[in-house]
C-alpha cells in the first residue's frame, strides 16, 4: 500500500520508519521517481494531502477577551448582588456594584489584549520557499505547495520546508538542535543504516521540517507533510494539553469557595435569628442582602486587577514578559523549574575549552561563542615558548582543514590583539558561516593570534576529504608555498578513527612513537566529563597527492586533543543557586548526550551523582498502571533527564506535577512546547522558536538566565501584595460580618446601611486597597522557601492577623453603636460616626497590611508613595461627602461632624495599630 493511499488512521496505526527504509523502497512507498511528481500527481495528493501547514490560533477578539473577564466567581457574585439591588430598588447599591464591575473587566481585557498580539507561532515555521524538482524541472515554491512525493533540494542556509527521507547528501549539515536538544549540527547520510526504533537524534537519513541546513547540500523525498511532520506531531500534542494551572488561579478558586461558604453561611444564621424574633420575611430578605452585601470584598477584583497590571510592568523592566495576567505570581510559587539545556542554561555555541597535547599538557581556553575574544592558559599561566609553537601548529592544521569562515564585525577596526585584552570573556558575536565544529575552531585560531584569511593564503589546497558520519574524519592536503613541492595532510576527526593513521606524537623533544592506548584513555576520560573529543595529526605526502583518499593517508604524527563544549551562560550558575536559595529546585530536561548532560549539570550544582540522571531508555514507554508508577519512581529523585523525547518531556512534567509540585518550564525549542503546555507556568527564551513564545504563559525576552530569576522574585512581590491586598479588604469584611450580625442577635438597629458598606468596601478602602498594590518587594522574598502547594491564600499567620484586626474594628465599632445609641443619639447620627470610625480604621490598618513580618514603622515610606496619597485620598473623598456634597450627603445618609467628635474617632481607630504592632512583636519573638 502506497503512502498516497493511506488515511491519517491507518498512518497513525502502522507507522512506516522512513529513515530505515532504503532509497529505492522509500522511492516506491510513496510512488515517487528522481525527476519528480508530474502536474497530475501533485494536485490529486493536494486534494488528498491538504496544504503543507499546521494549524496555529488565532489571537482571540477583544469580545472574547472583555466576555473572559466575567468568569471569575468573585465578579458573577457582584453581578447577582448587582441584579438583587436593581429588583428591590436599591438604585445607589447597584450604580456602585456596576462601575466597579465594568472598571475591573476594562484594566483586565486592556492587560490581556496588548500580550495577545503576539503572531500565531507555528504558522511561521512553514512560511518558506522551497527549491522543488517536478516533471524534472527544478522550480521555487512556497513549502505551503509541498506533497508526499516531491523531491527537495537543499543548500546551505535553507530551511527545512518537509520531512524527507534523504535520498543524497554531500558534507550535509543540519541544525535541529530546535528539535533534538542537541546545539551541535548533525552530519548527514543518505545511505546510513539506522535502526527502526532510533530516536529522531539519530535519524541520519532524515531532515526535518524547521531545520535549518549549516553546510553541504542534499537532496531529499517529501515524506510527510503539516500534522504528519514531527512538529505536526508535537504541534498535536501541544493543542490537545491541557495544562496546569497556575497556582494563582488554584488558590483564589479555593478562597472564592471559603468566602462563598460564608456568604451562605452568615445568612443562613442571620434568617434563622431575624425570624426567631418574628420580623417579616421581606424584611429578612433585604438584611439578608445587606449581609451578603458585607461578606463580599466588592474592591478585590480591582484591586487584584491593579495589583497583577503592576507586576506585569515591572516584569517588563526586568525583561520578563507576561502575557496572561493570572500567570504573574506563578514563577514566585513554583516549587522546581524544569529547563532545558541548550540555549537556556548553555549558550547555544559550540566552544573549544580544553586542549591536551601529547605528553600530558593541558590547557584552558577562555571566552565563549562564535567569537575571538579570549585566551589559552596553562595550569602554570601562560603557555611556554615551546608549548605556544605546538599550540600554533595545531590552530594552522585546524584553521586549513575547515571550511567555515569568521572575522570580526565591520564595524570593529580594532585588531584581534586589542579586541580579545578588552573585554574578558565577553563579546559581541562575529561573523560567521558554516558548520558549528569548524567556527570554534576557527575561533581558537584567533585566540592564538592566527587569523584563518592570511593562514590559507599562505598554502595552496590540493584536494579536500570531507567530513562524513561513517568516516568520522576530515582532511586536506595542501602545499606551502616557501616549502617548495612538499606536500602535507591535515586531519582532524574522531579520536578512534584518527589514531588509526597515527605512529607518532608531537612533544616538546619531537616526535615520539605513539601511545594509542593511553590517548584514547585521555579521550574517554574528556568524553566522559561531558566534553565532545576531536584529535587533530599533521603528516607529509611523499607522491604527487593525485587520487588523495584514504588508502592513500601517509603516516601521521597527532599535534593535540581538544575538548570542545556549549558552554553555561556566565549567570547561569547564580541563578540556578539562588533559586536553591529561595527553596526552588531546578531539573534539567534535554535531548542531548548523557554525558554532556550530567557535566553541565554538575558544573551548575543540579547533579551531584549519577543517581541523579535519568536518560529517556530508562523511561517506561508503557502507559498502563504498572508503566506509570515506574515513570513516577524515575522522576522522583533524578533532577537531570537526557536523550528523552518530546513526548517524555510531557511525561515527565505531569509526573512532577503528580508529585505535588508547581512546575515551571522553560525552553525555547520546538521540543519544549508539549512540556511548556502541560506544566503550571510555561516560560519561553524570547530568541527561541515561535511554537515555544505561542504556547508559554511567561517569555524571557534577553533568555538571560538571570531574568527567569528576577521573574520569580517579582512573581513573590505579585503574590505578596495580592496577600496584603485580601489581608485589608477580608479584615474589614469580617469586622462587618461580626459587627451585623451582633446587632442583629441583640435586637439592635443596623449599625450601618448596605450602601454604606459599599462605600466602605468599594471607595474608601478600595482606594486603599489599589494604593497598596504598588508597594514595593520587602527584602528577603528570595530567602524564604515557596509556600506549600497545599497552603491556601490564608495561612496560620495570616488567618490570626485578620481574625484580631478585624476583632480590634468590632468591638470598637460595637462599643460606639451601643455607646451612641444608649447616650439618645438618632440612628442616623449615630451611623454617621460609626461611618466615621471604620474609615480612619481603615486609614491606620492599610499601614499594617504594609507587612505581615516587619513593623509598620520600620517599613519605608518611600517605597510607596501612592499609599500616602491613596490614604488621604480615601479620608478626603470621605469628608467631601460628609461636608461640601449634598447629593452625596442624601445617598450615604452623612453629615459634617464637630472637630471633637473627629479627635475622638481618630485617636479610637488608632487602636488598631497599637493592637497590631503587639501581635507583631510577639509573634516574631515566638517565631524564634
Not at 452585601?293 to 466588592?298: K, L
Not at 516584569?315 to 513554583?334: D, F, H, P, W, Y
Not at 510555561?682 to 528576577?710: P, W, Y
Request: proline share 5%.
Amino acid at each position: 500500500m502506497t503512502l498516497a493511499k493511506q488515511d491519517a488512521k491507518q498512518e497513525a496505526a502502522t507507522p512506516i520508519h522512513w529513515h530505515a527504509l532504503p532509497v529505492e523502497t522509500a522511492l516506491s512507498q510513496v510512488d515517487a521517481r528522481h525527476e519528480g511528481l508530474d502536474a497530475a500527481l501533485v494536485a490529486q495528493r493536494r486534494a488528498e494531502y491538504g496544504p503543507n501547514t499546521l494549524p496555529h490560533r488565532e489571537p482571540p477578539s477583544l469580545l472574547a477577551i472583555i466576555l473572559r473577564q466575567f468568569m471569575n466567581p468573585l465578579i458573577a457574585i457582584l453581578v447577582v448582588a448587582a441584579v438583587v439591588s436593581i429588583a428591590l430598588g436599591e438604585l445607589e447599591d447597584s450604580i456602585f456594584i456596576i462601575v466597579v464591575v465594568l472598571l475591573n473587566a476594562a484594566l483586565g481585557a486592556y492587560q490581556e489584549y496588548r500580550a495577545e498580539q503576539s503572531a500565531a507561532a507555528l504558522q511561521n515555521l512553514l512560511t518558506v520557499q522551497a527549491r522543488v524538482r517536478r516533471a524534472g524541472q527544478v522550480r521555487r515554491i512556497d513549502a505551503e505547495a509541498l506533497v508526499p512525493g516531491d523531491i527537495v533540494l537543499l543548500e546551505s542556509g535553507d530551511r527545512v520546508p518537509a520531512d524527507l527521507r534523504l535520498l543524497h547528501a554531500k558534507n550535509l549539515t543540519v541544525d535541529e538542535s530546535f528539535l533534538t536538544g542537541e546545539s551541535a549540527a548533525v552530519t548527514k547520510d543518505a545511505a546510513a543504516d539506522v535502526e527502526p526504533e532510533a530516536p529522531v537524534s539519530e535519524r541520519l537519513t532524515m531532515a526535518f521540517t524547521g531545520a535549518t541546513v549549516a553546510a553541504g547540500r542534499g537532496e531529499g523525498l517529501v515524506v510527510a507533510t503539516g500534522l504528519r511532520t514531527e512538529i505536526g506531531a508535537i504541534a498535536a500534542a501541544t493543542a490537545e494539553g491541557t495544562g496546569l494551572r497556575p497556582p494563582l488561579v488554584i488558590r483564589m478558586e479555593r478562597f472564592v469557595r471559603a468566602i462563598s461558604f460564608i456568604v451562605l453561611a452568615s445568612c443562613t444564621l442571620l434568617i434563622v435569628i431575624a425570624m426567631a424574633q418574628g420580623t417579616p420575611f421581606a424584611e429578612v430578605f433585604f438584611l439578608a442582602v445587606a449581609l451578603a452585601v458585607s461578606a463580599i470584598p466588592e474592591g478585590l477584583p480591582i484591586a487584584m486587577t491593579v495589583a497583577l497590571s503592576i507586576a506585569v510592568r515591572r516584569m517588563a523592566q526586568r525583561n520578563v514578559i507576561v502575557r496572561k495576567m493570572t500567570a504573574v505570581e506563578a514563577l514566585g510559587s513554583c516549587t522546581i523549574i524544569a529547563s532545558d539545556k541548550t540555549g537556556t542554561l548553555t549558550v547555544n555555541r559550540q566552544t573549544i575549552r580544553t586542549i591536551r597535547l601529547p605528553g600530558g599538557r593541558t590547557f584552558q581556553v577562555t571566552g565563549e561563542g562564535y567569537a575571538g575574544v579570549g585566551e589559552v592558559q596553562a595550569a602554570e599561566g601562560k603557555p611556554n615558548e615551546r608549548d605556544e609553537a605546538q599550540l600554533r601548529s595545531l590552530a594552522t592544521a585546524a584553521i586549513l582543514c575547515n571550511e567555515a569562515y569568521l572575522r570580526p564585525p565591520k564595524a570593529s577596526a580594532e585588531p584581534v590583539e586589542a579586541t580579545a585584552a578588552s573585554s574578558a570573556n565577553t563579546a559581541v558575536e562575529w561573523e560567521h558561516d558554516g558548520d558549528a565544529v569548524d567556527v570554534a575552531f576557527l575561533t581558537l585560531g584567533y585566540k592564538l593570534g592566527l587569523e584563518p584569511v592570511p593562514t590559507r593564503a599562505a598554502v595552496e589546497v590540493i584536494e579536500r576529504i570531507a567530513f562524513e558520519s561513517e568516516r568520522q574524519y576530515a582532511a586536506v592536503l595542501y602545499r606551502e608555498e616557501r616549502a617548495g613541492r612538499d606536500l602535507q595532510v591535515a586531519v582532524k576527526g574522531a579520536a578512534e578513527r584518527v589514531l588509526e593513521f597515527c605512529e607518532q606524537a608531537l612533544t616538546p623533544e619531537g616526535a615520539q612513537p605513539l601511545d594509542q592506548a593511553h590517548v584514547l584513555a585521555e579521550a574517554d576520560a574528556m568524553a566522559e566529563a561531558g566534553y565532545r573529543v576531536l584529535v587533530l595529526a599533521t603528516g607529509r605526502l611523499a607522491d604527487d597527492g593525485q587520487g588523495f583518499n584514504e588508502a592513500a593517508m601517509p603516516p601521521l604524527t597527532l599535534v593535540g586533543m581538544i575538548g570542545m563544549i556549549d558552554p553555561l551562560r556566565p549567570e547561569a550558575k547564580v541563578a540556578v543557586d539562588t533559586c536553591r536559595r529561595a527553596g526552588v529546585e531546578v531539573a534539567m530536561i534535554t535531548g542531548d548526550h548523557p554525558a554532556t548532560a550530567f557535566a553541565i549539570a554538575q558544573e551548575l550544582g543540579i547533579a551531584q551523582s549519577r543517581e541523579d540522571l535519568v536518560t529517556g531508555r530508562d523511561l517506561p514507554a508503557d502507559a498502563d498502571t504498572s508503566g506509570a508508577a515506574r515513570f513516577a519512581e524515575k522522576t522522583q529523585r533524578a533532577r537531570v533527564f537526557a536523550r528523552v523525547t518530546p513526548l517524555q518531556k510531557l511525561r515527565i512534567v505531569e509526573a512532577l506535577g503528580a508529585h505535588g509540585h508547581f512546575v515551571a518550564v522553560t525552553g525555547d525549542g520546538v521540543n519544549d512546547a508539549p512540556a511548556l503546555r502541560a506544566a503550571n507556568i510555561g516560560v519561553a527564551m524570547g530568541s527561541g522558536s515561535d511554537v515555544a513564545k505561542d504556547t508559554a504563559e511567561i517569555i524571557v525576552r534577553d533568555d538571560n538566565f538571570a531574568s527567569l530569576v528576577h521573574g520569580v522574585e517579582e512573581g513573590r512581590y505579585a503574590y505578596d501584595n495580592v496577600r496584603k491586598v485580601i489581608y485589608l479588604l477580608i479584615s474589614t469584611g469580617a469586622a462587618e460580618i461580626a459587627l451585623f450580625l451582633t446587632a442583629i442577635a441583640l435586637g439592635m438597629p443596623l449599625p450601618m446601611l448596605a450602601v454604606q458598606i459599599l462605600w466602605l468596601n468599594l471607595v474608601t478602602n478600595g482606594i486603599q486597597g489599589v494604593a497598596l498594590a504598588f508597594e514595593g518587594g520587602e527584602p528577603g522574598a528570595m530567602e524564604r522557601k515557596p509556600r506549600p502547594p497545599s497552603e491556601g491564600i490564608f495561612n496560620p499567620l495570616m488567618i490570626w492577623q485578620t481574625l484580631i484586626s478585624g476583632g480590634v474594628m468590632f468591638i470598637g465599632c460595637m462599643t460606639l453603636w451601643i455607646w451612641l445609641l444608649g447616650n439618645g443619639y438618632a440612628e442616623a447620627e449615630a451611623r454617621n460616626l460609626l461611618l466615621l470610625l471604620m474609615v480612619l480604621f481603615q486609614n491606620y490598618h492599610v499601614f499594617n497590611a504594609r507587612s505581615e513580618y516587619v513593623s509598620a514603622f520600620r517599613v519605608p515610606i518611600q517605597r510607596n508613595l501612592f499609599l500616602v496619597i491613596g490614604v488621604v485620598a480615601a479620608l478626603g473623598i470621605h469628608l467631601l461627602a460628609m461636608y461640601m456634597l449634598p447629593f452625596m450627603q442624601n445617598v450615604l445618609e452623612v453629615a459634617p461632624v464637630s472637630l471633637g467628635e473627629f479627635g475622638l474617632m481618630a485617636g479610637l481607630a488608632l487602636s488598631i495599630l497599637v493592637v497590631m504592632e503587639i501581635f507583631k512583636l510577639v509573634w516574631r519573638r515566638l517565631a524564634l
